[in-house]
């Protein structure tokens, strides 16, 4: 029998699409034939699932996670083509599993691609097999993890759809030496306002604004400024007033506690800060909402759901 190398399942795994642990044991069957190698992953429906990697995938879950210690959260997206598959028992459970591993993982998605699962598969493996036994393209587009030394790591899940599993989640990490359990509290009240507030922040503070959008919006408010008919001196110090609103607007800090519109997120954590008696820092925050920013395609599973009945 042929000796199934590193080099053999690689080529196979390229020409398939199918996991590494898969293309291993249809070389091991197949006494390393790469042609029956690729006949016996068919018969399993695994070759399957490289066809459907083009496919637009925008629906699926946020899962969201924090660790025991409370000190650290992570956010993964796992993507999939409908909203169906969401409430699959299965990719719910995937997506939990992956967000789990990506606790201990340092990097992005990439790095949590490559690591493993407690049943041995790479997270890359897992997600190929699952498109071949659920049938839809999946990937999953995106991760994030905050952290903090002392203090603690809030998470909020919005319009759950399962256990730690929804369509849009946040994350909040508040630096303390105070109590942990207090500090959890106001920083799920503070998701909670990221979630919900009307506007979005786009940063925590004025400084940590993406320097492309702050030029975007005073290219707006300039024109708006000169289509007034003010004289350029007056329309400059308009448009530096409306900057400065603008960013009170979508820096957090800076918002209006939506629980309590009479004080913003700034003040509501002086007030922590000397109910337990030391200070509290907003380190980061990070918002999850499902498919943002993804260009849908709905025809892909359409067209072939109807090339499978028939009608395409």
């Not at 999953?140 to 998470?155: D, E, I, M, N």
């Not at 009240?189 to 604004?209: E, K, N, W, Y």
């Not at 000397?274 to 260009?295: D, H, M, S, T, Y």
Request: hydrophobic residues 45%.
């Amino acid at each position: 029998m042929a000796e199934v190398t590193a080099a053999l399942v690689k080529d196979l795994r390229e020409k398939s699409g199918a996991g590494m642990m898969d293309c291993k044991k249809a070389l091991q069957e197949t006494g390393a034939d790469l042609d029956a190698a690729m006949d016996w992953l068919r018969t399993k429906g695994l070759s399957k699932a490289a066809k459907k990697s083009d496919r637009a995938a925008a629906e699926g879950l946020v899962a969201g996670l924090v660790s025991g210690d409370g000190k650290t959260g992570v956010l993964v997206e796992l993507n999939a083509e409908t909203d169906f598959v969401a409430k699959n028992d299965k990719f719910q459970q995937a997506a939990r599993d992956i967000a789990r591993v990506a606790l201990n993982v340092e990097g992005g998605v990439d790095a949590i691609s490559q690591a493993t699962l407690p049943n041995g598969e790479t997270v890359a493996d897992h997600v190929m097999n699952l498109i071949a036994t659920i049938g839809e393209n999946m990937r999953v587009r995106r991760s994030a993890k905050l952290s903090v030394g002392q203090g603690a790591v809030s998470l909020y899940l919005h319009n759950k759809q399962g256990d730690d599993v929804a369509q849009l989640a946040v994350l909040v990490a508040l630096e303390s030496t105070g109590d942990q359990a207090q500090l959890r509290d106001v920083g799920r009240r503070i998701a909670m306002h990221v979630a919900g507030t009307p506007t979005p922040p786009l940063a925590l503070t004025s400084d940590q604004l993406d320097p492309a959008v702050v030029a975007k919006e005073r290219e707006i408010q300039t024109q708006m400024a000169m289509e007034s008919g003010k004289p350029r001196e007056i329309a400059e110090k308009m448009v530096e007033g409306r900057i400065r609103k603008w960013q009170e607007e979508v820096v957090l800090l800076k918002q209006p506690f939506v629980m309590d519109p009479d004080k913003t997120i700034e003040q509501l954590i002086g007030e922590t800060s000397k109910q337990i008696g030391a200070p509290v820092a907003v380190k980061a925050f990070v918002r999850f909402k499902l498919g943002e920013g993804v260009e849908k395609k709905a025809d892909d599973f359409a067209a072939e759901v109807a090339q499978m009945s028939g009608r395409g």
